[in-house]
């Protein structure tokens, strides 16, 4: 198993951030045997799922703590992600075509595009976001 961690902290107007999900958290997705079309949209899910959290778990503001933990197995790719914002509203977003008139909800068609196996969790004040798919099987 590999396994990879970052942290940073929450920036509306830094998206540095962006840098390390690529270069830290994507090599193990290509380890895992995943083409370069499905990794850049794992890529662009993680980027999805914080920037919600930077947007609607820290409402936007800066300085509060975001960490990802990447881990390839036998049988999954996950990544969990972990923050101290607010609780995430349950249910959770289906990730099905929000209407064409909808102000938001286009984020979690990203997320659940990219991964397939979406479970969060509320445990001591920090949101738990796990993000899961299979990896090819050689």
Avoid at 4 to 23: C, K, Q, R, Y
Avoid at 63 to 78: T, V, W
Avoid at 115 to 123: G, K, L, M, T
């Amino acid at each position: 198993m590999q396994r990879v961690d970052i942290d940073f902290n929450s920036d509306p107007d830094d998206m540095a951030w962006h840098g390390l999900i690529e270069t830290r958290l994507m090599p193990l997705a290509q380890a895992a045997g995943l083409g370069d079309l499905e990794v850049f949209g794992l890529q662009l899910a993680l980027v999805e799922a914080v920037n919600n959290i930077i947007e609607h778990a820290y409402a936007l503001e800066p300085g509060l703590p975001i960490a990802i933990s990447g881990e390839c197995c036998a049988d999954a790719l996950r990544y969990q992600l972990r923050d101290q914002g607010r609780p995430m509203p349950l249910p959770l977003p289906s990730g099905e075509p929000a209407a064409t008139d909808a102000a938001g909800g286009r984020g979690w068609q990203i997320i659940r595009a990219g991964f397939p196996d979406v479970h969060y969790e509320r445990r001591e004040g920090l949101n738990l976001l796990t993000l899961s798919r299979p990896v090819p099987t050689a």
